[in-house]
């Protein structure tokens, strides 16, 4: 098994977090005991930051002590691999989704390091009180993507701290081509931040570009 970032591990082509609550699921995952400890297996199919880390992510700047804004939380499932990873650090989870919130409390009662907020990240205003952080990850279904993130980047991301972003094409145009969308949305973002890596997902995620920035 090799560590293949702080706290992410790869064996034979799986990518794997150590688990924090032992014996627990979060999304029906496989739980593996390798050597005494419990790991649980990241899917790729079902978290785009697993998805950029098996086409090759060679960026990842959250660490175990890192401060994280997660922006489009969901019901959890990437951000309980983040709560793994961050041993020493933590998230704050935005989701505007009340029906998504209810499971994500659940999650949130057991993973301490996730601090849940039911909020539009539209308005960052609304949770100003996050302060600044070092990583804003970003995976939200929606036409403002880019809008959002150079607002929540503004409001908290610490200078040269990162931002990673997926970038569902389909959410802002589906009449227009992927590639078209993209370079729209990298000259919108390439205005404040600094585009350090790019990560098509397929075969993962269709119609995906991931996105690692850098504030300048
Ligand atoms: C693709 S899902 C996120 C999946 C999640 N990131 C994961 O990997 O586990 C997108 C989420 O963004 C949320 N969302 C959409 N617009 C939002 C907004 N303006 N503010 C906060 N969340 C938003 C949706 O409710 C949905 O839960």
């Given at each position: 098994?090799?560590?293949?970032?702080?706290?992410?591990?790869?064996?034979?082509?799986?990518?794997?977090?150590?688990?924090?609550?032992?014996?627990?699921?979060?999304?029906?995952?496989?739980?593996?005991?390798?050597?005494?400890?419990?790991?649980?297996?990241?899917?790729?199919?079902?978290?785009?930051?697993?998805?950029?880390?098996?086409?090759?992510l060679v960026h990842n700047p959250?660490?175990?002590?890192?401060?994280?804004?997660?922006?489009?939380?969901?019901?959890?499932?990437?951000?309980?691999?983040?709560?793994?990873?961050?041993?020493?650090?933590?998230?704050?989870?935005?989701?505007?989704?009340?029906?998504?919130?209810?499971?994500?409390?659940?999650?949130?009662?057991?993973?301490?390091?996730?601090?849940?907020?039911?909020?539009?990240?539209?308005?960052?205003?609304?949770?100003?009180?996050?302060?600044?952080?070092?990583?804003?990850?970003?995976?939200?279904?929606?036409?403002?993507?880019?809008?959002?993130?150079?607002?929540?980047?503004?409001?908290?991301?610490?200078?040269?701290?990162y931002a990673m972003?997926?970038?569902?094409?389909?959410?802002?145009?589906?009449?227009?081509?992927?590639?078209?969308?993209?370079?729209?949305?990298?000259?919108?973002l390439s205005?404040?931040l600094e585009i350090v890596e790019r990560i098509?997902?397929?075969?993962?995620?269709?119609?995906?570009?991931?996105l690692v920035l850098k504030k300048?």
């Open positions: 098994m090799k560590e293949i970032f702080e706290n992410i591990f790869e064996e034979e082509g799986r990518i794997l977090t150590r688990n924090m609550l032992p014996g627990k699921k979060v999304y029906g995952e496989n739980l593996l005991k390798i050597q005494g400890t419990e790991y649980r297996a990241w899917n790729p199919t079902r978290s785009k930051l697993c998805a950029a880390i098996k086409k090759g959250i660490k175990h002590n890192s401060a994280v804004l997660y922006l489009g939380a969901a019901t959890g499932t990437t951000i309980s691999h983040l709560s793994d990873i961050l041993t020493n650090g933590g998230a704050f989870a935005v989701e505007i989704s009340a029906h998504s919130m209810k499971t994500l409390l659940q999650l949130c009662e057991k993973r301490e390091n996730i601090i849940p907020i039911l909020a539009d990240a539209r308005q960052p205003d609304k949770y100003r009180d996050v302060g600044e952080v070092d990583v804003v990850y970003e995976d939200v279904a929606s036409p403002e993507q880019a809008d959002i993130l150079l607002k929540n980047c503004r409001m908290f991301l610490k200078r040269g701290g972003i997926a970038i569902k094409s389909q959410s802002i145009d589906v009449t227009r081509k992927p590639a078209e969308i993209y370079a729209e949305v990298e000259r919108e205005t404040e098509n997902l397929e075969p993962f995620e269709m119609d995906h570009l991931f300048k």
